[in-house]
């Protein structure tokens, strides 16, 4: 059964003080692997697929990086709008394409003014 | 910006009764997905969707769950009779290639 566990579970910053989220992820072949957005009530928004290792991504302050095990989502220089949710989900090679996301709980990020 | 629409925001119901959520995909997406969330827990998959039929559903995915397209437009997940752990947001996503994207949600409370 895949798995996907992401830590810490709540992260506090400073405004400027950069981190990494970690997701790691068991799956039996891995097709992709996303990352998302969710603010309180609202539906998870898009970020980043990953489909190898040693691939990356960058959006404005975000950067998603893959290995064979876990994804890191770093924030150079966090704002207080970058305070959210931040979801990792896999989806299986073998379940063919566009088969369902096994999402982690999400990383509840704070950045503090 | 082209977006997967969802209604009504919030419903409650009572235990019993049959709930019709609504979802609008994107246009010219091909898949369509049914996501639960409960309070404070992960995102869950539901049922997946394509050519009119179901492709994938998980073990929550009971008799008591239905999906339809009606036309053209609408993508609709039916739970017939409700009971107090359907308790959720619902959440519908459509997909063109590989990336998913996610309506706003519905939130379902069963008294």
């Known amino acids: 059964e895949d798995q996907v566990t992401q830590s810490p579970e709540a992260l506090r910053l400073q405004e400027g003080e950069s981190s990494s989220l970690n997701c790691s992820y068991t799956?039996?072949?891995?097709?992709?692997l996303f990352w998302y957005r969710q603010d309180p009530g609202k539906g998870p928004e898009f970020l980043f697929t990953?489909?190898?290792a040693g691939e990356e991504k960058e959006k404005e302050r975000l950067k998603a990086t893959l290995t064979k095990k876990e994804s890191f989502l770093h924030i150079t220089a966090p704002k207080p709008e970058d305070s959210a949710t931040y979801l990792c989900?896999?989806?299986?090679?073998?379940?063919?394409?566009?088969?369902?996301?096994?999402f982690g709980k999400g990383i509840t990020l704070s950045v503090r003014p | 910006e082209p977006e997967v629409t969802q209604t009504p925001s919030h419903q409650v119901t009572q235990m019993g009764q049959e709930v019709i959520l609504r979802c609008v995909p994107i246009?010219?997406?091909?898949?369509f997905y049914w996501y639960r969330q409960i309070l404070g827990q992960k995102v869950e998959f539901l049922v997946s969707f394509y050519n009119n039929e179901i492709s994938e559903k998980s073990e929550i995915f009971d008799d008591q769950f239905s999906v339809e397209r009606p036309d053209g437009s609408n993508f609709t997940l039916k739970i017939r009779s409700t009971k107090l752990e359907d308790s959720a947001m619902y959440f519908c996503?459509?997909?063109?290639?590989?990336?998913?994207?996610f309506g706003q949600g519905t939130r379902l409370t069963v008294v």
């Open positions: 996503a459509s997909c063109r290639e590989t990336e998913a994207f």
């Open positions: 246009s010219n997406h091909l898949y």
């Open positions: 990953l489909y190898s």
């Open positions: 989900a896999v989806q299986a090679l073998s379940a063919g394409a566009n088969s369902k996301l096994t």
């Open positions: 799956v039996s072949g891995l097709r992709g």
